[in-house]
Structure formats: C-alpha cells, structure tokens
C-alpha cells in the first residue's frame, strides 16, 4: 500500500507522539517520519528503534518537506510550535493537533499559519495516566474515537485526508464544531479530572489515629478514580486554563449537583436519594458503549 | 481439613452472601450451609447449584442450629434480620455482617443479640457495581482486604474464629475500631460513590446542540468513574444516610478543595495547579498498593 504522506512530522514524542509515529510505522502510513522534541536522548532512542528516520529539536527544520505535521505537545505549547514552523512550511502543508481543548487552539491557528498551510484539529479519545515516550502504544488507537473539528474555512481535501489517517489506525472518527467539543470534554473528561484531582487530595489530608495516610485502606472504587488523579499535572494545568470558562461553568453544574445531594442526606430524604443514584446508572450504559 | 464451622447461615443472598456461600463451599469451611432470603427462586437457584443445603425465607429458621451467621443484607437491614434471628440463636453463635458502615450496626446488635451471642463486624473490602446472585464469585474475597471492628466486649475467640474465616477466604485481615472505620470508609469508598452520582448526574443532564446526550463522547476515564455511579442505589442510600455525619462532614471537606481548584483556575494560578494536581498522585501510589 503507497503511503498516505510521503514525509509525517511529528512533534512531541511522549505518549501520544510516540503511540502515533509507531502506529504509522507498523502500518506503513508515512514514507519518512520525522520526529521532533526537546529530549535529545528521547529522540534519539526513538530513532534507535526506528519508530522515526530523523530527529530534530528545532521545530522550523523539523517541519521542512512534510506533507503532514503532527503537533503531539500540550495544549499549552501547540501555538508556540506552530509559530516556530510557520516560515518552514511546505506548500499545502496538512497540520494536525491532539489537543484536548479545540476552540482556543484552532482559533489561534487561524492566525498563526501561512494561508497555504492546511489546519484540522483532532482529539484522539485514549490514552491514560501514564506519560511520556515509555507508555508509547502502537495499538493506542484502535477501538478509539477521535475527534476532528473542521470549521467552514477548513480544506475538504485536507480534512478527507486527516479523517483517512485516524481511521487507518483503528479510530472512529467524529466531527464535532471545537466549541462544542470544550463544552463536551469539559463536561466528560476535564471535569471527571478535576474531581478526582480534589477527591485525591481531600483524602491525602486525613489520617488514622496512628497518623496513617488513609488511603491504603482504599478498594478498587478508589483505585479507578486515583488513576485519573495520577495524570499528568502541566498537561492538567493547561487543559484547565485553555478551556477555563467551560470549565468553571461545567465545575459549578456539579457543585449545585452535589450540593442537593447533600441536602437530601441530611434530610433523610430517602426517595430522592434512591432516584439520583439510579439515574446516575444510565450514564454508565452510555460511557461504557463502544 | 476440618470446617472450621459445623452449619453457616448466610442471610442475603446476593453478590458478597453469594460469594461467601460458593467460597466456603469450594474451600470446603463449613459442614452445612444455609441460606435465608425474601426471594424463593433465588434459593432455589442457589440450592441447585450446591452452593447452599438447605434455604429459608425466614431468618429465625435459618439460624437454628448454626454455629456461624452471616448477615449478608444492605446495612439498612442488618438490625431487623438480627431481631428476627435473636430467639432462635443457638449458644454462643457466632455473628458477622459485612455491611459498609460499621458503628451504627456494632452498636446495634449489642442491643438487639442475647449476651451468649457472639457478634463481629466485619466489611470485605470488594466487590463492584454489580449486585445480586447472578454476579457472585467464589474468589471474590481472595487478595481482598477484610476490615474487622472488635470492641472491648468483642469474644477474643470468636474474632480470631472470624480472622481465620477471613483469612482461609483469601482476605488480608485488618482489625479498625468501628467509628474510625466509618471516618476512613466516608473518605475512601462513600465520598467517592457520591461524587461518581453527582458527577454522573452533572453529565446526564447536558446534550448536544442535537439532543444527543454527552456520555457518548466519553474516554475510559468516565468509563471507570461511571462504574462506580453504577452501585445500586438503595444499598447506597442505605450508607450515606447509616453514616450520614461522617459522610456529610467529609462532602464538605471535598467542597472546600474542590472551591480552591475552581479559585486558582479562575485567577489562572499555575503553580497552584500544578501542585495541587501533583499531589494527587500520591493517593493514587497508595491506593494501587496492594
């Protein structure tokens, strides 16, 4: 099979960079592969492995000559990189994000790249605690969904491509409009995050009598939920912040939730309680459909 | 071996009774086992497949003649099965619950049993948002912690009898005074269940610009919260309103953590964030510690 780029560039070589480079690798998806970041040794194990043919730390020379440019860092640092590869741009260039936050990052692509370059933003719904090069997955993908949000200016060509690639690896993809998308995500991931994230460290403060953390005593319900606390913190900061007012608002959904259930325990009122928990059961037959 | 009990009744017969009866069975640990529930078929179900002798639907006939009882019941029950029981106990009978919230029903049964009744208040730390017959397992309790919550007046015989039935089911035994228990398993399991619902609810309540409801859209993080929120809802209710002090104070704990997030991600105060979410990897290395 030809492959869908003659030369993939892909910046950010840690858990999703890399899980790309080497999904695309297995299959055969990239002529060359470029592989772009500021770990000098990463790199270049990366390339030991062959899961990329060359490495760069410089954005602009990494970008030179590819068909498509994978920007794998945190949504923090997507514009910056962006701006650094602008000049270097092949012609009809595509470019990619896996950012978990859309709106912020496509509006600033908008501004950032020469008119020639062809943006599509994506969101791969995967990956887990675990960072970095070392948790990479060549099977990351499959069985995902991965979101595209094209906007009215994006290329159809460009975004029938893009589409191609995460199917290619094993993904489903969704369009979604990227408002749309930090509304949902904010609602479905950022927020499960940061309650794990205060759920974790409301726990982290209180000892048994002998001055025990007490999270050993914890089952499996608080393993599942410590695990999403165990995320990545800078990344976690940066989602937060980029999709801020989604998820304050979203944040001030779930306190009023919880709020009434709070009432309804210190009030005994036992019908009410029964019926929330049972309704919360038919989020679960939805998240865990494929 | 010997069992270590001549005749077992196991009130309840659902996930944690269900198990109990197929794991005593397999390790061959009592002599007879009976068991008592409100539902016919189910016994008759469970009586087919050997896991029990001999079935009751009421508590006093089940009890006589054993020399172990296991109250199997949502907490909400536990005091009326033993009130039922209570006559017909045979001397120095040995009773365990294993329901989720332990000082109210120590307490309890300290009224309710005769002075040669044995009680002690067990809770396995397992299980799952599954419930009822159907999902019971013979290995659930292996590799599981087991809190027992002795009191000054607790039989020293009995809870070494109780240990070791724990103990041959695979369970590491920890001994906690009930109160504690109840402080530790508010901010271990209870808080994390009632944020599971809460955040559930949040979700349930949001579509997209279609209708479509959002927890389609969700990654294996609302998956693994989702689960949670997916515990029967009377069994819940049950504990939250059982523990409701603890329960309420630790909600509020959770609240005021929660506020801090949402302040320092309204005032974007990275390092705070940073930090914060940071620290919540601690818990996650303690609770995946086995």
Redesign the interface.
């Known amino acids: 099979m030809k492959p869908l780029f003659e030369q993939m560039t892909i910046v950010g070589v840690g858990l999703l960079g890399g899980s790309l480079a080497r999904a695309c690798r297995r299959r055969g998806l990239a002529g060359k592969i470029v592989g772009c970041g500021r770990n000098r040794a990463t790199l270049e194990e990366a390339k030991r492995l062959n899961f990329i043919d060359e490495a760069f730390t410089d954005p602009a020379a990494a970008a030179r000559g590819s068909d498509l440019i994978a920007i794998c860092t945190p949504v923090g640092s997507i514009a910056g990189c962006a701006r650094a590869m602008a000049p270097a741009l092949r012609e009809a260039c595509i470019l990619i994000d896996v950012g978990s936050v859309k709106a912020p990052v496509v509006e600033a692509m908008g501004k950032i790249l020469p008119a020639s370059a062809r943006f599509v933003g994506t969101h791969p719904?995967?990956?887990?605690?675990k960072s970095g090069f070392a948790a990479s997955d060549p099977d990351l993908f499959e069985n995902?969904?991965c979101?595209v949000t094209p906007t009215p200016s994006t290329d159809p060509d460009a975004l029938a491509r893009v589409t191609g690639l995460w199917r290619e690896l094993g993904s489903t993809v969704?369009p979604?409009?990227a408002n749309?998308h930090d509304?949902?995500?904010g609602?479905?991931?950022h927020?499960?995050?940061?309650?794990?994230?205060?759920?974790?460290?409301?726990?982290?403060?209180?000892k048994?009598?002998q001055g025990q953390?007490?999270?050993?005593?914890?089952?499996?319900?608080?393993?599942?939920?410590?695990?999403?606390?165990?995320?990545e913190?800078?990344m976690?900061?940066d989602i937060?912040?980029f999709n801020?007012d989604a998820?304050?608002d979203?944040?001030?959904?779930?306190?009023d939730?919880?709020?009434e259930?709070?009432s309804a325990?210190?009030r005994?009122e036992?019908d009410y309680?029964?019926?929330?928990?049972?309704?919360?059961?038919?989020?679960?037959?939805?998240?865990?459909?494929e």
């Not at 979203?250 to 306190?255: D, N, S």
């Open positions: 719904i995967t990956g887990s605690e995902a969904k979101i969704l979604v409009d749309e509304l949902i995500y609602a479905v991931s927020l499960p995050h940061i309650v794990a994230f205060a759920l974790m460290n409301t726990i982290a403060e209180l048994t009598r953390a007490i999270a050993v005593y914890g089952g499996n319900g608080l393993k599942d939920m410590s695990r999403l606390a165990a995320s913190p800078v976690w900061k937060c912040l801020r998820v304050l979203i944040i001030e959904r779930f306190e939730t919880l709020d259930i709070k325990i210190g005994e036992e309680l029964v019926k929330t928990f049972a309704n919360a059961r038919e989020v679960f037959e939805l998240a865990a459909r």
